[in-house]
């Protein structure tokens, strides 16, 4: 099964974010000042499709007024309790109501949205020719950013959308993956660690802080040398890591691969003249830990529309190579 697509918006002046970096307080690019320690004003909601059944409950309906039509992608409003917010919708040209398909979730970062992190990244438009539905959710109404809390109103919001997607359209509840960039990264990662089981394989861009999971996950990550707002450098601060000295991109890595029990020393081979690729390998099964650095990159989505952001390099494809990252690590996820 082929998959997937994406959207986000590079913020003129970084704002620091706070999150939980094992027992460090870490600012991540491109947030509000407050972070995720709220508790739920919104039930937890149970997701409707049991994993390990291949199908969800939209298997087999019958297309509503309401649905995106296959070959669209478009904006759509769902009610959380006592919160309206909404969403962008990609679905497959090819979706037919009896065929299960892979499912992405899509984050953007700070003071982005839906519609421009999509011309960005090109993700939904690409994912969805592919054959996947890609979903990218909106923050509640006036937050900028995501919430730093795997299960917080924000988490419970993306846990009923997905649910409401199962319900609506013929998913795969297995092949759930979840992909992020700078602050959504960190959501990303958040939900995903918090909701083990949930999603299969998770990517990030900018930001891979190893946010307090416990189980192993297919990673696959990217991240400039010289972004200026979350360093890649172990011990370095950033411009929106104010006064916080922050664990490196490559000690974060060796905490996933440690996490995925893969072998700790990566095979690093050059792939383009500013791309250094590294794999670990050895993982436990049905996992991988892939980084991407750019040499000399910035705070950017590699391979990114260059009328939104002309500094990103275009000597790797990041939208791409998610895909089929994603594509490689269909299933359910590992829980050990």
């Known amino acids: 099964m082929t998959r997937r697509r994406a959207g986000g918006r590079r913020a003129a002046t970084a704002v620091a974010l706070v999150v939980v970096v094992g027992s460090l307080a870490v600012a991540v690019s491109g947030g509000s000042a407050a972070a995720g320690g ?59 109501p009896d065929g299960p398909v892979p499912l992405i979730l899509l984050f953007y970062g700070f003071d982005s949205d839906p519609a421009q992190f999509t011309t960005l990244t090109g993700l939904p ?16 109404p006036g937050e900028l950013e995501w919430q730093f809390n795997g299960n917080g109103t924000d988490a419970a919001f993306v846990e009923a959308l997905t649910r409401h997607v199962e319900d609506a359209y013929c998913v795969d509840p297995d092949q759930v993956d979840a992909v992020g960039f700078s602050a959504g990264a960190a959501f990303t990662v958040l939900y995903s660690c918090a909701h083990p089981g949930q ?42 890591l104010p006064g916080v000295k922050v664990p490196g991109t490559q000690r974060n890595m060796d905490a996933w691969a440690a996490l995925d029990r893969c072998r700790p020393d990566p095979e690093s081979s050059r792939v383009a003249a500013h791309v250094v690729r590294q794999r670990w ?16 990159g910035g705070h950017s989505w590699p391979g990114a529309d260059e009328m939104l952001d002309s500094t990103a390099t275009q000597e790797v494809d990041a939208t791409g190579l998610i895909l089929a990252f994603f594509d490689r690590h269909g299933g359910p996820s590992p829980t050990g």
């Open 38 to 96: 709220a508790t739920p004003t919104t039930p937890a909601v149970t997701l409707a499709a049991e994993h390990g059944s291949g199908r969800s409950p939209g298997c087999g309906r019958a297309p509503a007024a309401a649905d995106v039509l296959p070959g669209h992608d478009q904006a759509r409003t769902l009610t959380v309790g006592s919160v309206r917010t909404t969403y962008q919708l990609a679905v497959p040209p090819r979706y037919r």
């Open 281 to 296: 390998s050895g993982c436990a099964d049905g996992t991988s830990v892939t980084l991407y650095s750019i040499l000399g």
């Open 199 to 240: 999603v299969a394989a998770i990517a990030t861009v900018a930001v891979e802080f190893l946010l307090g999971c416990s189980h192993a996950v297919p990673i696959l990550s990217f991240h400039g040398t010289s972004d200026a707002n979350v360093p890649y450098q172990d011990g370095a601060v950033g411009i929106s």
């Open 125 to 140: 438009d690409r994912g969805a020719a592919a054959g996947s539905l890609v979903v990218v959710p909106h923050t509640h």
